[in-house]
């Protein structure tokens, strides 16, 4: 084999890798949840496995120095548990200082670890319940789509705020592959977690797409298509609680959520499974 036949074959082997990339970083799997005991706040008798894996108030979390980039996924991603599970959780303001304390708060910090995303969490030896949690994404998956990066980050505060291992449907977010971009908690995601609350609500999502949790038995995305919105997906859902209302398939939304506050509106069908706006308030 001459030179030129090793330069073609070295092309040829660079071409594979880059087609080959997209897929190992879509179907690569989130990191395990590190369970630790929380140092500071040892007691004597280990909690049982039974105890429950909550927070006790509200919880807060710290963007740590050179992750900020993270913020507007970590708000989102927090507002949308916050609305699923009835749980206060706020972004701090500003950027904490790398390597702070943990101690009573999550904190979110980029850096290399062995898979995309790890959450490590400390709990209280007496109860069991959650007393910090640390958050560390990958910066290769940093490169990813919008879509992507938000699940990811949603999928890890899943973890941190309580939720032990991973579902078993490829549509929730806390499955532990990432088959498909998605950050529309469902039903299976909320009740992952160890709290009782469940919104009712449609939200809106970062992306101008509204998710509708429950409607006659199931959950619809309706994507926002910069025109319009166009059903993404429809699929069974346990809820049963709805502020939706439908007339020949135009739909009333009575109560939308968005980070920016609520609103009212209706959508007009106009065919091929798409809708547009016909007014909000």
Not at 132 to 159: K, N
Not at 255 to 261: A, L, N, V
Request: charged fraction near 15%; hydrophobic fraction near 35%.
């Amino acid at each position: 084999m001459n030179n030129q036949d090793l330069k073609s074959y070295g092309k040829l082997i660079g071409i594979m890798l880059i087609l080959y990339a997209p897929f190992w970083l879509m179907f690569r799997a989130h990191g395990d949840e590190l369970v630790s005991a929380y140092p500071h706040l040892e007691q004597s008798n280990p909690y049982a496995a039974s105890s429950p894996r909550q927070w006790y108030g509200d919880i807060a979390i710290g963007i740590e120095s050179g992750a900020e980039q993270l913020r507007p996924y970590i708000e989102h991603a927090a507002w949308q548990w916050a609305q699923r599970t009835g749980k206060r959780i706020t972004v701090m303001a500003g950027t904490s200082p790398a390597g702070h304390s943990t101690s009573g708060r999550i904190t979110a910090n980029i850096k290399s670890v062995p898979s995309m995303a790890q959450t490590q969490t400390w709990h209280y030896m007496s109860t069991g319940n959650i007393a910090a949690a640390a958050m560390s994404f990958d910066p290769v998956y940093l490169l990813g789509t919008p879509d992507c990066i938000q699940h990811m980050v949603t999928h890890e505060i899943g973890h941190a705020i309580g939720g032990r291992g991973h579902t078993d449907n490829k549509h929730d977010v806390m499955y532990p592959n990432q088959t498909h971009c998605r950050y529309a908690l469902s039903v299976g995601d909320v009740s992952h977690v160890p709290y009782d609350g469940q919104s009712c609500s449609v939200e809106l999502l970062r992306d101008s797409s509204l998710f509708i949790p429950s409607f006659n038995g199931y959950s619809a995305l309706l994507k926002y298509t910069g025109t319009g919105w166009k059903l993404a997906e429809y699929l069974p859902s346990a809820g049963g609680c709805s502020t939706v209302y439908a007339i020949d398939m135009n739909l009333t939304f009575g109560d939308i959520r968005s980070i920016g506050g609520n609103y009212r509106a209706q959508l007009r069908y106009t065919g091929n499974e798409t809708w547009m706006l016909d007014y909000a308030e």
